[in-house]
């Protein structure tokens, strides 16, 4: 099908597939609410001296002046350091998991068939990561009681979730107002990152090619360096 595109869903599909880069936009947002923790774990990883946060963000490309000349950090530095990125952005940037009852997603007698309340995970996204990894291995490691009395038992391996839960954070699109969403149903985990498939990737070469570009270029240069300890283990940012 055919579809005219009108100048907001030509900015939006740009976004969508990672030809306009979300994490190099510039947020209002105080540099001195990052200078946390996360902050000082990368600035000493990197050897990098004890400067004003405005000299060092500057000079690592995490903030730019805008056109009035005013310093504003960039979405990616707000991701990286905020211990509340999800409320100081305008977008959302959390992790939700839902344990589902089934197979289907369904509504029964007006409620969905959720099992408990959704999990919100939020803060830097070496955190969220870490977080989402922990929280979800330990559901899959607890299994899920059916109604038929016996308890479903997952066989994915720890590295496939690591990893997918990596990806989904690292390179989602951090311009749509949606969160990841991870759904835990009777036999099997499904990960939703918003945004289209990036750059050169389709349907039909997704796990032969390699996408020519990070959708989130800056976010993943400077999560790498965010040391051991303070985020993920033994999953290379790909």
């Not at 595109?5 to 740009?14: C, G, R, S, T, W």
């Amino acid at each position: 099908v055919n579809k005219m595109l009108n100048p907001q869903d030509i900015v939006h599909l740009a976004y969508v597939k990672g030809f306009s880069r979300s994490d190099k936009e510039l947020v209002e947002v105080d540099l001195n609410l990052l200078k946390t923790d996360f902050y000082e774990a990368w600035r000493k990883k990197r050897g990098i001296s004890e400067n004003p946060i405005e000299l060092i963000f500057g000079k690592t490309g995490l903030a730019r002046q805008n056109e009035t000349g005013k310093l504003l950090p960039t979405r990616a530095a707000v991701l990286l350091f905020a211990e509340f990125p999800n409320d100081l952005l305008e977008t959302k940037c959390s992790v939700r998991v839902f344990q589902i009852e089934g197979n289907l997603e369904t509504i029964t007698k007006e409620t969905l068939n959720w099992i408990g309340t959704p999990k919100n995970i939020n803060g830097p996204v070496a955190k969220q990561i870490t977080d989402a990894h922990e929280y979800v291995l330990e559901l899959l490691k607890l299994g899920m009681r059916v109604p038929s009395g016996f308890k479903t038992t997952y066989s994915i391996p720890e590295r496939a979730v690591k990893e997918a839960i990596t990806n989904a954070v690292i390179h989602r699109d951090y311009h749509t107002k949606r969160d990841i969403e991870i759904r835990i149903f009777e036999d099997r985990v499904e990960i939703e990152s918003p945004g289209l498939l990036p750059f050169n990737i389709t349907p039909s070469n997704i796990g032969i090619e390699r996408s020519h570009q990070y959708r989130n270029d800056l976010l993943v240069k400077h999560l790498r360096d965010i040391p051991e300890g303070t985020m993920i283990h033994n999953i290379e940012l790909q």
